[in-house]
Each structure stands twice: as structure tokens, then as C-alpha cells.
């Protein structure tokens, strides 16, 4: 079969999947996820004690990308399943910290594929369904000796809770997907929590005060065994000093370092020694989370930030506190379901900016429908972000900032235009 061939039928395979239900309007089922995988024969493969979930609001993707360079570093073969994917749908499952390859995802489909009809899976049902036959059929071979599943979408129901599991993690949580989750912190944390089993192992990252109770509560219910994540001292925007000694991170800013100290405590947890791996946490690799990038034209550094929610925008500005400028040029597209006049009063507590809108590819906002204010406020407004990033690099000096966020969408389109991101550096595993 020739690539061109492959590669035309991975196109057709993604847009058949995605066409199933890409964000659900209620929360999934479990029934479907759990029977497709006992029909495939996976679930009898899965060894609870080699399989975490990680669920929360923010960091669950760079805490369970840290926890996968670090079980790489260890020289464990592990699996890691996140969402969403910024370019390539290849890129939400990984094994040994590469891409899974278009051939290998075409393949998978077709081992499954009736499964996916008869049991009318979601699109991301369909994905954990793909990713669990890759992680441990004989198809694949040998199976991961480990597996990550970042969770989709609140954690009760989610597709990845059909997977067996003694491991969990709990990261930062805040207010999203109000409308699927409940209204309250209390009410999304219940969902987050979902995801624990009876005589789970938990690590959590620091939770709201108002949610001890409820934490408590789901320890004694599940007889689970709860630990927080280890305190880390902060001594840069990329380097900080952990129980075990000194490490320098690619993700950077406090939010890197709690989502690091989530991640070195689940690898303790899992019984590794992280004293002799934390050189590893500086190659880290999660694309689109304050990545730069070189901009064709920009002379001035460029950076990729996806914080799509209030709260990971005051992450980033936290980030963007520690560092310079003569003028920052913030490129903004928010969906249509976010808090966008939240997002963008923090982004004004920042010096010298100047606001650029333009609509994401996704669950599109259009230009019109955002508040008076913030049209009034931006320097220039395109629903063609190509076209608008070609003015701002105009405008730009050497001395300014570029920072696209606001949604992760927009982030994948922007950095499949560019020369920081090629298939040809993917994996054919």
C-alpha cells in the first residue's frame, strides 16, 4: 500500500470518527467503552496496577507528559493517551514518548472499527477504544509496560474510567465545562473524582480549602489512600529544587513546577527513585503550553500559550510577569463556550498591551459576538489569524512580545502552519 494511499485513508478514518460526536452535549455513559474493550478482549490484559488516570481542570496533559518522560528516563515502556490533539489525531497516543504513526493508527481503526459501529462509540470513546488495542492487543507488540490516560472531559463518565485502574491523580481545579459538570467547584470536583476506585492511590495537587470535605468524604467511601503532591521551591521561571535535588523544566512558570511536583510524586509513588531522573524533566515535550516558535517575518520571540479558561490564563500571566517587553502582542480566539470576559480582564492587569481578535477553528466564536468592550479595545480583528499574524509581524520590533492563546484549537492551527511542527519527525511505531 503506498503512503499516499495510507495517509488518504488515515484523512477519511479521522473525519469519520470526528464526525461522531467530537464534544458530547451530556456527559457519556461508561456501558459502551467497558463493553467494546471486554469484547476486544482488553479488558482481561489490563493490570489495574500498571495504568493511572489523571484527571483535573488545568495540567492534567503536562502532568501526565512529565510523568511519561519520566518513565521514560526510568527505561519503562509506557503508553500515554491526552486529548485534545493540536495538528495530528496521532498525537494523543503515544508509546515510548513517540507519536504513534499514521499506519499504526489506520491499522488499529480497522481491528476495531465494528466494535466502534456496533457499540455507537463517541468520538473519544472511539479513541480510548484505539488507544487501549495499541497500548495491549498482540497486534502491537510487545504491549506498554505502563499506561497514562489523560482524562477527556470530568472523570466520572468519562471514557477513560472504563479502563482498570489502582492509580489516580487530581490536578488543579476551577470552574469549565460548567454546562456538562455542574455549576460549582463542588459539584465539578465530585466529577473529577469519579475517576478513584475502591482502594485507589491518589495524588493531588493543591485543592481549594472548601473542597476538604468533600476530598475526605471520597477517601472513606472508596477506602482510597490519598497523598498530596510534594512541596517544590521555586527558584526561576524554569528551575526549581525538589526532596530530590535540583531540575531545570521545559514547561515553565509555577504552574510547570506544580504540575512537575504532581508528576515526581506519582513516579515515587509508583516506587522509582526521581533522584537520578530529574535531568529528564528539562525534554519534556508538550507542545502549544507557552511554546515559541520562529514566525516568518516576527523579529521578535513568538510564543504558542492554549490556556483556554480563566484559570489558565492567570497562569500565564504569571509566566509572562517574569519576563520582559516594549510591547506585548496578545492574538486571542476564544470558543464560543468559554468565559471570555473573565479571560480577557486578567489579560489587561499586563503592561503595554495590545489585543488582537480572530476565531478559532473549532467551536468558533465570531468576531462580532464579543462584547463591545473588547472590540473597542483590540488594535486590529481578523477571523483569518494567518492574515492577522502577518500585520502584527509587521508591526512588531525586536524588543516586543507575540503570545497566541486562548484556545488550543487556534494554537494547533497556528503551529500546523509552521516549520516548528512536520510529520516527518513522527514516529513509525
Given at each position: 500500500m503506498t503512503t499516499l494511499y495510507r495517509h488518504s485513508e488515515f484523512a477519511e478514518i479521522t473525519r469519520f470518527l470526528e464526525a461522531r460526536c467530537m464534544m458530547p452535549t451530556r456527559p457519556p455513559a461508561l456501558d459502551s467503552t467497558r463493553r467494546a474493550l471486554r469484547r476486544a478482549g482488553l479488558l482481561e490484559r489490563i493490570d489495574p496496577a500498571k495504568n493511572i488516570i489523571i484527571a483535573g481542570t488545568n495540567g492534567k496533559g503536562s502532568v501526565s507528559a512529565t510523568l511519561s518522560r519520566l518513565l521514560h528516563s526510568a527505561g519503562i515502556r509506557a503508553g500515554l493517551y491526552t486529548s485534545p490533539h493540536l495538528v495530528s489525531t496521532t498525537e494523543r497516543i503515544r508509546v515510548a514518548e513517540q507519536d504513534i504513526s499514521q499506519d499504526t493508527f489506520v491499522s488499529a481503526y480497522h481491528a476495531v472499527s465494528e466494535l466502534i459501529d456496533s457499540e455507537e462509540l463517541t468520538h473519544f470513546e472511539a479513541l480510548t477504544l484505539i488507544a487501549a488495542w495499541i497500548f495491549y492487543s498482540d497486534g502491537f507488540s510487545p504491549p506498554v509496560d505502563f499506561a497514562i490516560w489523560e482524562v477527556g472531559l470530568g472523570g466520572r463518565l468519562d471514557a477513560t474510567n472504563a479502563v482498570p485502574h489502582q492509580f489516580c491523580a487530581i490536578t488543579r481545579l476551577g470552574l469549565d465545562h460548567q454546562n456538562l459538570l455542574g455549576n460549582s467547584l463542588s459539584e465539578i470536583a465530585a466529577e473529577k473524582f469519579g475517576v478513584i476506585p475502591p482502594h485507589g492511590r491518589v495524588i493531588y495537587s493543591p485543592l481549594d480549602s472548601s473542597l476538604e470535605a468533600l476530598r475526605a468524604q471520597v477517601e472513606k467511601h472508596t477506602n482510597s489512600e490519598w497523598k498530596p503532591a510534594v512541596p517544590v521551591n521555586i527558584l526561576s521561571l524554569d528551575e526549581i529544587v525538589t526532596p530530590w535535588g535540583r531540575a531545570r523544566l521545559s514547561l515553565p512558570g509555577l504552574r510547570g513546577a506544580e504540575n512537575t511536583a504532581t508528576a515526581l510524586s506519582i513516579f515515587a509513588e509508583l516506587g522509582f527513585d526521581p533522584s537520578s531522573h530529574l535531568p529528564s524533566l528539562a525534554s519534556v515535550r508538550w507542545p502549544g503550553r507557552f511554546q515559541e516558535i520562529s514566525l516568518p517575518g516576527c523579529p521578535c520571540p513568538?510564543?504558542?500559550?492554549?490556556?483556554?479558561?480563566?484559570?489558565?490564563?492567570?497562569?500565564?500571566?504569571?509566566?509572562?510577569?517574569?519576563?520582559?517587553?516594549?510591547?506585548?502582542?496578545?492574538?486571542?480566539?476564544?470558543?464560543?463556550?468559554?468565559?471570555?470576559?473573565?479571560?480577557?480582564?486578567?489579560?489587561?492587569?499586563?503592561?503595554?498591551?495590545?489585543?488582537?481578535?480572530?476565531?478559532?477553528?473549532?467551536?468558533?466564536?465570531?468576531?462580532?459576538?464579543?462584547?463591545?468592550?473588547?472590540?473597542?479595545?483590540?488594535?486590529?480583528?481578523?477571523?483569518?489569524?494567518?492574515?492577522?499574524?502577518?500585520?502584527?509581524?509587521?508591526?512588531?520590533?525586536?524588543?516586543?512580545?507575540?503570545?497566541?492563546?486562548?484556545?488550543?484549537?487556534?494554537?494547533?492551527?497556528?503551529?500546523?502552519?509552521?516549520?516548528?511542527?512536520?510529520?516527518?519527525?513522527?514516529?513509525?511505531?
Amino acid at each position: 500500500m503506498t503512503t499516499l494511499y495510507r495517509h488518504s485513508e488515515f484523512a477519511e478514518i479521522t473525519r469519520f470518527l470526528e464526525a461522531r460526536c467530537m464534544m458530547p452535549t451530556r456527559p457519556p455513559a461508561l456501558d459502551s467503552t467497558r463493553r467494546a474493550l471486554r469484547r476486544a478482549g482488553l479488558l482481561e490484559r489490563i493490570d489495574p496496577a500498571k495504568n493511572i488516570i489523571i484527571a483535573g481542570t488545568n495540567g492534567k496533559g503536562s502532568v501526565s507528559a512529565t510523568l511519561s518522560r519520566l518513565l521514560h528516563s526510568a527505561g519503562i515502556r509506557a503508553g500515554l493517551y491526552t486529548s485534545p490533539h493540536l495538528v495530528s489525531t496521532t498525537e494523543r497516543i503515544r508509546v515510548a514518548e513517540q507519536d504513534i504513526s499514521q499506519d499504526t493508527f489506520v491499522s488499529a481503526y480497522h481491528a476495531v472499527s465494528e466494535l466502534i459501529d456496533s457499540e455507537e462509540l463517541t468520538h473519544f470513546e472511539a479513541l480510548t477504544l484505539i488507544a487501549a488495542w495499541i497500548f495491549y492487543s498482540d497486534g502491537f507488540s510487545p504491549p506498554v509496560d505502563f499506561a497514562i490516560w489523560e482524562v477527556g472531559l470530568g472523570g466520572r463518565l468519562d471514557a477513560t474510567n472504563a479502563v482498570p485502574h489502582q492509580f489516580c491523580a487530581i490536578t488543579r481545579l476551577g470552574l469549565d465545562h460548567q454546562n456538562l459538570l455542574g455549576n460549582s467547584l463542588s459539584e465539578i470536583a465530585a466529577e473529577k473524582f469519579g475517576v478513584i476506585p475502591p482502594h485507589g492511590r491518589v495524588i493531588y495537587s493543591p485543592l481549594d480549602s472548601s473542597l476538604e470535605a468533600l476530598r475526605a468524604q471520597v477517601e472513606k467511601h472508596t477506602n482510597s489512600e490519598w497523598k498530596p503532591a510534594v512541596p517544590v521551591n521555586i527558584l526561576s521561571l524554569d528551575e526549581i529544587v525538589t526532596p530530590w535535588g535540583r531540575a531545570r523544566l521545559s514547561l515553565p512558570g509555577l504552574r510547570g513546577a506544580e504540575n512537575t511536583a504532581t508528576a515526581l510524586s506519582i513516579f515515587a509513588e509508583l516506587g522509582f527513585d526521581p533522584s537520578s531522573h530529574l535531568p529528564s524533566l528539562a525534554s519534556v515535550r508538550w507542545p502549544g503550553r507557552f511554546q515559541e516558535i520562529s514566525l516568518p517575518g516576527c523579529p521578535c520571540p513568538v510564543h504558542l500559550s492554549g490556556d483556554h479558561n480563566p484559570q489558565g490564563i492567570t497562569s500565564l500571566i504569571e509566566i509572562l510577569s517574569q519576563l520582559s517587553w516594549n510591547q506585548l502582542h496578545l492574538v486571542v480566539g476564544i470558543a464560543h463556550d468559554k468565559d471570555s470576559d473573565s479571560m480577557f480582564e486578567r489579560i489587561f492587569e499586563l503592561p503595554r498591551v495590545k489585543l488582537y481578535l480572530t476565531e478559532t477553528p473549532y467551536k468558533t466564536r465570531k468576531l462580532a459576538t464579543y462584547s463591545g468592550k473588547w472590540l473597542n479595545l483590540s488594535s486590529d480583528k481578523d477571523p483569518d489569524v494567518h492574515a492577522l499574524l502577518r500585520r502584527v509581524s509587521q508591526q512588531a520590533t525586536p524588543g516586543d512580545r507575540v503570545v497566541i492563546s486562548g484556545s488550543l484549537y487556534l494554537v494547533g492551527k497556528v503551529l500546523a502552519a509552521t516549520s516548528n511542527y512536520s510529520d516527518s519527525a513522527k514516529s513509525s511505531t
